[in-house]
């Protein structure tokens, strides 16, 4: 492998003459940074996996039917996802510490409301609140993160990821412990902690707004409002039909769901054809290896959530404890995240990028596996150790690949498309396994889950951007391929 070869996962910047311009030596140290934006994110991932485990208990209380309480983890998903292209856009004209406070005050008031809703409808507006506040505030940190160069951008966001993961998979026993001592409202409120810790950010409100995007963002810089209802029709009908069986919902409406959602996919092609700078701009997502780059992670992240929403549950049934008994269990596979992040350097200065990723999909390909063949709690932990893994390091090496597959000015709109794409591919996971689980045994529903990272694995091993400069008078040269 030349050297040229070993480190095209690094970005660059093309000079004047035509060289790559040295990095910086004066910018922000990309360790601190990801330390601080690493723990302002723990409370949002802590969001996804402690309700897991408190939804028995939540239906209980609001005497609603299990399947029902399903809705409390797919909210939080869609908005999140759907919340992350329109953080991208604000960050054309907003500083990334702006839309980092109101993500942060929007998580900790939808949170709030969620802990205290006295009904399941009132829990889950409050979610879908919480939700879109953790969309922008992630996009928010990857700004902040992404804008440092080369090694240090790779260092933060490879922090970012051990902690996401960390956070998301001790979920689980917090989760439990939490339900266990203080009661399931007390876990849906948990995301409110990242109110106080927002002062740890404040090295981020120095970084201005993106220059020059403004421009690009459609007449008189407004919102594509279009746009953004036909994707969020779109996304909701999609996890609304993966768990149509879970939830019960009758035909008729199944088929209207389904009836929707197409008309809103058609909605989404005609729009993106008809106004090439709205909400989900066409030089972004014509651009090559980006499509690709979103559905790896989406699969990565659908893998494993799939995951992480059965293995509590499985652990239960090998050792006949419960949810505290099984988040115990879980620790030693969140743990791997943090040797994940770190490894996430080294691997993409001897592998391109897209070589990184793939190799990532295979391995929760293969944790997904050992979870649904395997019997007995150690395999269960160690297959998700290897999917907490994959998407540990999937979430770093795509983050920072996206601001070399499209133009300078496009930066934080692709960050925001391609976080949304991961985000979907997180609520999709596990709408899926519920759905099927329905239809056929647990484990089988996870077998069939693989498909999902599998895909995600030939993409990383057949597609790759073209080399070349990238459109837009200050583009610098894509360095993956």
Avoid: K
């Avoid at 690493?38 to 991932?45: F, I, Q, S």
């Amino acid at each position: 492998m030349s050297p040229h070869t070993r480190h095209s996962a690094m970005p660059q910047t093309v000079g004047p003459g035509g060289g790559p311009v040295p990095e910086r030596t004066d910018a922000p140290d990309g360790r601190r940074l990801g330390l601080a934006l690493g723990m302002l994110v723990l409370p949002m991932y802590v969001a996804l996996g402690a309700p897991s485990v408190a939804l028995p208990a939540i239906g209980r209380a609001l005497a609603v039917p299990f399947g029902a309480t399903a809705w409390i983890l797919a909210a939080w998903s869609l908005t999140c996802a759907l919340a992350m292209p329109v953080a991208g856009r604000l960050l054309l004209r907003r500083s990334p510490f702006q839309v980092l406070v109101a993500g942060v005050v929007a998580l900790a008031a939808g949170s709030a409301l969620a802990g205290a809703g006295p009904t399941l409808s009132v829990v889950i507006v409050g979610r879908l609140i919480g939700g879109a506040g953790a969309g922008a505030t992630m996009i928010a940190v990857f700004a902040a993160a992404t804008a440092l160069p080369g090694r240090q951008r790779i260092r933060a966001l490879g922090i970012i990821a051990a902690a996401s993961a960390t956070a998301s998979g001790c979920g689980t026993l917090l989760g439990g412990a939490v339900t266990e001592w203080l009661g399931w409202r007390a876990v849906l409120a948990l995301p409110v902690l990242a109110l106080p810790l927002l002062p740890v950010a404040l090295p981020v409100r120095h970084m201005p707004a993106r220059s020059g995007g403004g421009e690009r963002s459609g007449p008189a810089g407004r919102l594509d409002l279009v746009g953004a209802a036909v994707l969020s029709v779109l996304a909701g009908s999609l996890i609304t039909l993966l768990q149509a069986h879970s939830v019960g919902l009758p035909a008729p409406v199944t088929l209207a769901v389904a009836a929707v959602g197409a008309l809103a996919a058609v909605g989404l092609w005609w729009r993106v054809r008809s106004r090439p700078d709205g909400f989900v701009p066409r030089r972004v997502i014509a651009s090559r290896g980006f499509l690709a780059a979103g559905l790896i992670g989406g699969t990565v992240f659908a893998g494993y959530y799939g995951v992480l929403f059965r293995a509590p549950s499985l652990i239960e049934q090998a050792t006949g404890g419960g949810p505290l008994e099984a988040g115990m269990f879980l620790v030693p596979a969140a743990a791997c995240s943090v040797l994940a992040g770190r490894l996430v350097g080294t691997l993409t200065d001897r592998f391109t990028g897209w070589q990184v990723s793939a190799g990532l999909a295979a391995l929760t390909v293969v944790g997904v596996l050992v979870v649904a063949v395997c019997s007995g709690p150690v395999p269960v932990v160690v297959g998700t150790a290897a999917t907490v893994c994959g998407f540990a390091g999937a979430q770093a090496v795509l983050v920072g690949l996206a601001p070399d597959l499209v133009a300078a000015d496009d930066r934080d709109t692709a960050q925001g498309l391609l976080n949304s794409m991961n985000a979907l591919g997180g609520g999709i996971g596990p709408a899926a396994v519920a759905g099927l689980s329905g239809i056929v045994p647990p484990r089988v529903a996870l077998a069939v889950l693989a498909a999902l990272p599998l895909a995600g694995l030939v993409l990383g091993l057949t597609r790759r951007p073209a080399p070349g400069r990238r459109p837009g008078p200050d583009a610098a040269r894509g360095s993956p391929r």
